[in-house]
């Protein structure tokens, strides 16, 4: 049966978002430094990437949650400065994949639909799809916000295939997480396909159907 649609996990597949994470962390710290932390780069990384580890990368109080475990206290000049560069760094260095931009334009030129699922929340969703400039592309974007379930629950995957009208059989999904993307994939009958250029691993028992080590590999598989 022909491939009629393509689905994508956002972060760390369209987009290298660790790599982003880190980066935006990093130089929040720089400033926080600047207007007075006295803490190593390093030891004040290591504490807000543990706090995100914890709680979640959409954790959206990290910089409250930082200063009042290192401080003890809410220190607004502290904060500000950390969220002001986080933003920035944000904007400015947020950035697809190489060749996603090119393999998408060239499945939406064949008339295949596409859509995204996601376990990040509506707004943080759609500025990274606009910021890319790639919301013009898709067909269906599945956020946590529109379910209340996160991957590898069934419903962002039927919620998705509901509203493109197609069998599950005919959409192939691509991610780099193996127990959510791929698991919740597989369990409502999609054919998957790992990211590996992502964070992607094989894990268990759980296959990929394919793999790609660049995401342009896709037009052949749709092929």
Not at 66 to 86: R, T
Not at 88 to 114: C, D, M, N, S, W
Request: negative net charge.
């Amino acid at each position: 049966m022909p491939i009629k649609a393509v689905l994508f996990d956002l972060d760390n597949t369209l987009i290298d978002f660790m790599k982003l994470k880190r980066m935006c962390v990093e130089n929040a710290v720089d400033a926080m430094i600047d207007a007075g932390l006295e803490m190593s780069k390093e030891e004040a990384t290591k504490i807000i990437l543990d706090i995100y580890f914890d709680l979640g990368v959409e954790y959206q109080r990290i910089f409250q949650k930082f200063s009042n475990k290192v401080l003890g206290c809410e220190d607004y000049k502290i904060m500000s400065a950390g969220i002001v560069a986080y933003r920035k760094t944000k904007i400015a260095y947020l950035e697809p994949y190489p060749h996603v931009l090119q393999t998408l334009t060239e499945l939406f030129r064949r008339g295949i639909k596409l859509g995204v699922i996601t376990d990040a929340g509506r707004m943080q969703a759609w500025i990274r799809i606009s910021a890319l400039k790639l919301n013009h592309l898709f067909d269906v974007v599945v956020t946590f916000d529109d379910t209340g379930k996160r991957k590898p629950d069934e419903e962002p995957f039927r919620k998705a295939l509901d509203e493109l009208d197609i069998k599950p059989e005919e959409c192939l999904f691509v991610g780099d997480w193996i127990e959510r993307d791929i698991l919740g994939a597989k369990n409502v009958g999609m054919r998957t396909c790992l990211a590996r250029y992502g964070t992607g691993e094989e894990a268990g028992d759980v296959k990929a159907d394919y793999e790609v080590n660049d995401i342009k590999e896709i037009l052949e598989l749709v092929r």
